[in-house]
């Protein structure tokens, strides 16, 4: 059991994350509160540092969760993420779990059946370049400092795969469980995909396996209700799909 800080927990991952966590002490924080959830800018970096004060990790979910004017990303995503990374500095905290994104790595293509874990950043939009950044922020902090964190570049993370690229990237919300229990004993600086044991993945396990990290459940389950991807469709040759293709900031 750990007292974990974990930010964006009103959020999509946060809200699947508080139902499995639960043999943890969760302090759980959101820019929008709610019941059990406190309010927390993680742009204020007293505010963050007040929240952390105590706890044995830190998982930061909170930040843009989509593509965003740039100024936007600039100020959540990376300026949020380097305020969490100096309170777990500053109070002793060894362990920053970090939701970065497949977009981070979103224009690297489909040209190897395994795509390391650990491959360079190449973002495909102004939110994934973010994602990029807290990444490197997380290896700055790592090298300076010693802390341990763990980079998450999770995929399509739903109750159930929804379009045909999900049967190679997404992520169960139990494996997301899964895969932050691994990340909250790793150490060092790590980039690992969240991805769940499907058929068709062409991302790594070996990233996953070095943390200890077992997926379970495979997208395969669902492949008959979805249509078979068309490998000339941009979507399926890279990293990031769609949103590979689309307009930088708001469309």
């Known amino acids: 059991m750990a007292v974990i800080l974990m930010t964006g927990a009103s959020g999509a991952l946060g809200t699947i994350l508080r139902e499995r966590l639960t043999q943890h002490t ?20 007293d505010a963050v540092e007040r929240a952390a004060r105590g706890v044995d990790a830190i998982v930061h979910l909170g930040g843009l969760a989509d593509e965003s004017p740039f100024d936007d990303v600039l100020e959540v995503n990376v300026r949020g993420t380097e305020r969490v990374l100096q309170a777990a500095y500053r109070l002793g905290i060894p362990r920053v779990v970090l939701a970065s994104s497949n977009h981070a790595a979103g224009l690297h293509e489909r040209t190897e059946a395994d795509l390391p874990d650990d491959v360079p950043p190449r973002p495909d939009t102004y939110y994934g370049w973010s994602k990029a950044a807290l990444e490197t ?35 169960s919300p139990d494996d997301l469980a899964r895969l932050v229990e691994a990340a909250l004993t790793a150490t060092g600086w ?7 044991a499907n058929s068709r993945r062409w991302w790594s396990t070996a990233g996953g396996e070095a943390i200890g990290y077992h997926p379970h459940d495979d997208a395969e389950k669902w492949a008959a209700d979805l249509s078979e991807p068309d490998p000339t469709a941009p979507e399926h040759r890279t990293v990031g799909g769609t949103m590979a293709t689309g307009p930088l900031g708001p469309g």
């Open 26 to 45: 969760l302090r759980l924080t959101d820019l929008h509160p709610a019941d059990g959830v406190e309010a927390l800018d993680v742009t204020d970096g």
């Open 137 to 171: 922020l997380g290896r700055l902090y790592h090298d300076r400092h010693g802390l341990h964190v763990i980079c998450l570049r999770i995929g399509a993370c739903h109750d159930h795969p929804r379009n045909p690229r999900d049967l190679s990237v997404w992520l």
């Open 190 to 196: 790590r980039l690992v995909w969240g991805v769940s």
